[in-house]
């Protein structure tokens, strides 16, 4: 039976510990519990006289061990850290005299994993003098421990989400808009949004049924509310006017079983100011009957525009440069295809020597080059004309609707401007090399755009001719 238990079993001799707390309470110690946290060194004494007799099977699974010498050479792995402020208490239980108790303490595997545990302790009958023969039980608890300690963990995160939540949380009851939306389904109408029509005063009804049941930190800042009592006793401030509209939505969404639902609407702070916001609603999960339980969450839709503004930024500018990316120039170069506009103008432009300049002065000078690049081309066209940053350091202008000698009067502007940067900014100059083509009839811009590219690359090659020239001559 011993050997075979579904529990750890332990089979030790005490003896050695009765004998010192003998000869303690000799010495005159009287409170265990602050002789031992005076010296902490102590305890490690009381637990060098507990004698590991026997363990059995489940008791070597368990810890994992291969056999008893095994355990026994590893005992300071076993019991450490947390376990011993449990394991003064049991001491201080057997000084007092008990020869049966019980605690929850922590134990370690072999190989340092945490075991929480059930820990009984009896002094065997006939062995109550000397404690020579004490048996221990060990059940692991360390599964629903782990569970409860998961749960509070759980429970935590998710306060400190809604607590601490950039947006604007609230927790309601929409119990008592169910009830009314039952009623009225009851009463056979079937097209409700002609019904909310009809009878504006049910919307009405409906918004006075809510009940906030909590809301976040943020709501307090975003509503200009010093606290939550204030918030919700002027709560009629705060849903009015604009908003019953978008609320009639949501209640015929309701009607129709979207217990998730988001929209934009129009919320008031305290002081009177709109509140343009983007609305998510849900039914918690476990509330679907009743709708006793529902979370509404606000983001300030301005922000959020500010964020998708940027990001369409992002898709169509190059963030060096700020001019149009490639992406754009071939939507912009397929558009005017399609439109059929006549004549278009293609100008491609390459900034000669930035690979060198990256070379012997680093990237960032090679990016400011690209910048100034970006501020000559912004500067030179306006709109209908497209100015893009097409690769590294190419750059290409579509001109809608310019012949050849408008096109040329704006390269001649992109050169003194580019004059103007040099004797603005020191160090490397711009250098450019540009290719024109105008789209002839029948043509598709993309031979346009390529016979641009080829002239532009002759240019380039004859800069880098001189270059190399004057090099030699140097």
Same mark, same amino acid.
Not at 194 to 209: I, L, S
Not at 248 to 254: D, H, K, S, V
């Given at each position: 039976?011993?050997?075979?238990?579904?529990?750890?079993?332990?089979?030790?001799? +005490?003896?050695?510990?009765?004998?010192?707390?003998?000869r303690?309470?000799?010495?005159?110690?009287?409170?265990l519990?602050?002789?031992l946290? /005076?010296?902490?060194?102590r305890i490690a004494?009381?637990?060098?006289?507990?004698?590991?007799?026997?363990v059995?099977?489940?008791?070597?699974?368990l810890?994992?061990?291969?056999d008893?010498?095994?355990?026994?050479?590893?005992?300071?792995?076993?019991?450490?850290?947390?376990?011993l402020?449990?394991? &003064?208490e049991?001491?201080v239980?057997?000084w007092?005299?008990?020869?049966?108790?019980?605690?929850?303490?922590?134990?370690?595997?072999?190989?340092? =994993? =945490?075991?929480?545990? /059930?820990?009984?302790?009896?002094?065997?009958?006939?062995h109550?003098?000397?404690?020579?023969?004490?048996?221990?039980?060990?059940?692991?608890?360390?599964?629903?421990?782990?569970?409860? =300690?998961?749960?509070?963990r759980s429970?935590?995160?998710?306060?400190?989400?809604?607590e601490?939540?950039?947006?604007s949380?609230?927790v309601?009851?929409?119990s008592?808009?169910k009830?009314?939306?039952?009623?009225?389904?009851?009463?056979?109408?079937?097209?409700?949004r002609?019904?909310?029509?009809?009878? *504006?005063?049910? &919307?009405?009804?409906?918004?006075?049924?809510i009940?906030?049941?909590?809301?976040?930190?943020q709501?307090?800042t975003?509503?200009?509310a010093?606290?939550?009592?204030?918030?919700?006793?002027r709560?009629?401030?705060? +849903?009015?006017?604009?908003?019953?509209?978008?609320f009639? $939505?949501?209640?015929?969404?309701?009607w129709?079983?979207?217990?998730?639902?988001?929209r934009?609407? &129009?919320?008031?702070a305290l002081?009177?100011e709109?509140?343009?916001?983007?609305?998510?609603? /849900?039914?918690? *999960?476990?509330?679907?009957?009743?709708?006793?339980?529902?979370?509404?969450?606000?983001?300030?839709?301005?922000?959020?525009?500010?964020?998708?503004?940027?990001? $369409?930024f992002?898709?169509?500018?190059?963030?060096l440069?700020?001019l149009r990316n490639?992406?754009?120039?071939?939507?912009?170069l397929?558009?005017?295809?399609?439109?059929?506009t006549q004549?278009v103008?293609?100008l &491609?432009?390459?900034?000669?020597?930035?690979?060198?300049?990256?070379?012997e002065?680093?990237?960032?000078?090679?990016?400011?080059?690209?910048?100034?690049?970006?501020e000559?081309?912004?500067?030179?066209?306006e709109?209908?004309?497209?100015?893009?940053?097409?690769?590294g350091d190419?750059?290409?202008?579509?001109?809608p609707?310019?012949d050849?000698?408008?096109?040329?009067?704006?390269?001649?502007?992109?050169?003194?401007?580019?004059?103007?940067?040099n004797q603005?900014?020191?160090?490397?100059?711009?250098?450019?090399a540009i290719?024109?083509?105008?789209?002839?009839?029948?043509?598709?811009?993309?031979?346009a755009?390529?016979?641009?590219d080829?002239l532009?690359?002759?240019?380039?090659?004859?800069?880098?001719?001189?270059?190399?020239?004057?090099r030699r001559q140097?």
């Open positions: 039976m011993f050997e075979l238990a579904p529990v750890s079993l332990w089979l030790e001799d +005490f003896s050695g510990l009765a004998e010192l707390f003998a303690w309470r000799a010495e005159g110690v009287q409170d519990r602050a002789h946290r /005076a010296d902490r060194s004494q009381c637990t060098r006289q507990l004698k590991v007799l026997q059995n099977r489940r008791t070597l699974e810890f994992g061990a291969a008893l010498p095994q355990l026994l050479a590893n005992l300071d792995k076993v019991f450490r850290d947390d376990m402020d449990h394991h &003064v049991e001491l239980q057997l007092s005299g008990a020869l049966a108790y019980g605690s929850q303490t922590v134990n370690y595997t072999l190989d340092g =994993r =945490r075991l929480d545990v /059930a820990l009984q302790v009896r002094v065997l009958p006939g109550e003098a000397r404690w020579d023969r004490v048996l221990l039980s060990l059940e692991d608890l360390s599964g629903r421990e782990q569970a409860r =300690r998961a749960l509070q429970e935590r995160y998710a306060q400190g989400l809604f601490h939540s950039p947006v949380l609230w309601e009851d929409f008592g808009v009830r009314l939306i039952d009623e009225v389904r009851l009463q056979g109408i079937t097209d409700f002609v019904f909310t029509d009809v009878h *504006p005063e049910f &919307v009405e009804r409906c918004m006075a049924e009940r906030v049941v909590d809301v976040n930190r709501t307090l975003m509503f200009r010093p606290d939550k009592p204030t918030l919700l006793k709560l009629p401030d705060i +849903f009015r006017d604009e908003m019953r509209r978008p009639t $939505e949501q209640l015929i969404e309701l129709s079983g979207k217990l998730y639902q988001q934009e609407t &129009v919320n008031y002081d009177g709109t509140l343009h916001v983007h609305l998510q609603f /849900a039914v918690l *999960p476990g509330h679907e009957e009743d709708w006793s339980l529902v979370q509404v969450s606000l983001t300030d839709i301005t922000a959020r525009r500010k964020a998708e503004a940027y990001l $369409e992002l898709g169509k500018h190059d963030a440069t700020k490639r992406s754009y120039f071939d939507d912009e397929n558009r005017l295809e399609r439109k059929g004549p103008a293609l &491609v432009i390459d900034l000669n020597g930035l690979k060198q300049v990256n070379d002065r680093g990237h960032r000078a090679g990016d400011a080059l690209l910048r100034r690049m970006g000559v081309l912004a500067k030179a066209v709109a209908p004309a497209t100015a893009a940053r097409i690769g190419e750059f290409a202008l579509l001109l609707a310019v050849q000698a408008q096109a040329e009067q704006v390269v001649a502007q992109i050169h003194a401007l580019v004059e103007l940067n603005f900014h020191s160090g490397d100059p711009l250098r450019l290719g024109l083509a105008i789209s002839q009839p029948g043509e598709r811009l993309e031979a755009l390529h016979r641009a080829k532009m690359y002759a240019q380039k090659k004859a800069f880098h001719a001189q270059s190399e020239h004057d140097g």
